[in-house]
């Protein structure tokens, strides 16, 4: 795995056709290992508030942003709108 072969496109074809099995093989085995397999969550609203947050948080924002900042500054809104 993480071999990549490169063909000139003067080779066989069957060499392309091998080459192109591979890398779906391997495309999907990458996907199969990023798959979760348990329950699903629950979606309480402290969750659901945190993403309405970050997508404000996002949608305002310009340039590069750190993701841990996002993050946490979404959780202090959620948290502050659930203090009631």
């Given at each position: 795995?993480?071999?990549?072969?490169?063909?000139?496109?003067?080779?066989?074809?069957?060499?392309?056709?091998k080459v192109n099995a591979m890398l779906e093989?391997?495309?999907?085995?990458?996907?199969?290992?990023?798959?979760?397999?348990?329950?699903?969550?629950?979606?309480?609203?402290?969750?659901?508030?945190?993403?309405?947050?970050?997508?404000?948080?996002?949608?305002?924002?310009?340039?590069?942003?750190?993701?841990?900042?996002?993050?946490?500054?979404a959780e202090d809104w959620a948290d502050f709108?659930?203090?009631?």
């Open positions: 795995m993480g071999k990549t072969t490169l063909i000139k496109p003067s080779e066989n074809s069957s060499d392309v056709i093989e391997e495309a999907k085995q990458f996907t199969a290992k990023k798959k979760y397999n348990g329950p699903p969550k629950p979606m309480t609203s402290r969750i659901y508030l945190i993403g309405m947050a970050m997508n404000a948080l996002l949608s305002r924002s310009t340039g590069l942003v750190r993701r841990e900042e996002i993050k946490r500054e709108m659930l203090e009631d």
